[in-house]
């Protein structure tokens, strides 16, 4: 059987950054890798949770909005998946994601989703945990100005 794209990328190459981990069509899907793969280091459940939440909605609000098919974590807990449509640029999915992780970090109200009519986990959420991944994740990313492709980690020595 043939392996997925994101499973033919060596993990040991990667580092905290963002990626375009495949393109489907005219569906681009980038990697937003919060943690290094594998160092022991990984986003609690609360943290995942809440990041979800908090970019999900700032991003189907942006710019981008009507672009936007998915955003979503990463089973392994490193990191999340962004589905956008190839008519966004990589410049513009870049700038969106370090504004909405500004502003998650500078949001002062509730978490977005966080009742039991909007959320199957609801009690499972805390701002401060995820302004604080944001926080770390947008000093990792923002000075980036381009963004890497599987390939060109598989490339590295």
């Given at each position: ?17 963002i ?37 999900a ?31 966004v ?36 959420l ?32």
């Amino acid at each position: 059987m043939e392996k997925i794209k994101s499973f033919r990328v060596d993990h040991r190459k990667l580092d905290k950054g963002i990626y375009i981990s495949r393109i489907d069509g005219d569906i681009v899907t980038y990697d937003l890798r919060f943690c290094k793969p594998n160092s022991g280091v990984v986003l609690d459940n609360i943290t995942l949770h809440t990041t979800e939440h908090m970019l999900a909605t700032f991003l189907r609000n942006s710019a981008i909005k009507d672009d936007v098919i998915y955003f979503g974590p990463m089973g392994c807990q490193t990191g999340f998946y962004l589905l956008a449509r190839d008519s966004v640029s990589y410049d513009t999915a870049l700038k969106t994601v370090k504004d909405v992780l500004r502003q998650t970090i500078e949001h002062n109200g509730e978490v977005f989703g966080a009742s039991e009519e909007e959320c199957g986990n609801y009690r499972n959420l805390s701002l401060p945990t995820a302004q604080n991944a944001c926080r770390e994740y947008l000093a990792v990313i923002a000075d980036t100005n381009k963004i890497t492709d599987y390939d060109e980690v598989n490339s590295r020595s």
